[in-house]
């Protein structure tokens, strides 16, 4: 029972973790979209990555626990 509860919190830990580096990859994403000279396809890039970023987050819960095997 407290094997399972501590690989359940390094698993939320290493969520957070994963969350920031997705964000951080975001971030530099969105820089190289905005400096392109196209305002439209900067509209579409930005939406893309918007995107990718929503899915990345969505995955980073199920990734780290199976990481850490703290499935249940």
Same mark, same amino acid.
């Not at 095997?69 to 249940?72: F, P, R, T, Y």
């Given at each position: 029972m407290g094997t399972n509860y501590l690989k359940s919190l390094f698993a939320v830990g290493f969520q957070g973790f994963l969350i920031l580096v997705c964000v951080a990859i975001y971030s530099v994403l969105l820089q190289s979209a905005t400096t +392109? $000279?196209?305002p439209? +396809? &900067?509209v579409w890039q930005v939406m893309g990555f918007t995107v990718l970023l929503c899915f990345a987050l969505f995955k980073t819960g199920s990734l /780290?626990? /199976?990481i850490f $095997? &703290?499935? $249940?």
């Open positions: +392109s $000279g196209d439209i +396809s &900067a /780290s626990k /199976s $095997g &703290a499935h $249940g």
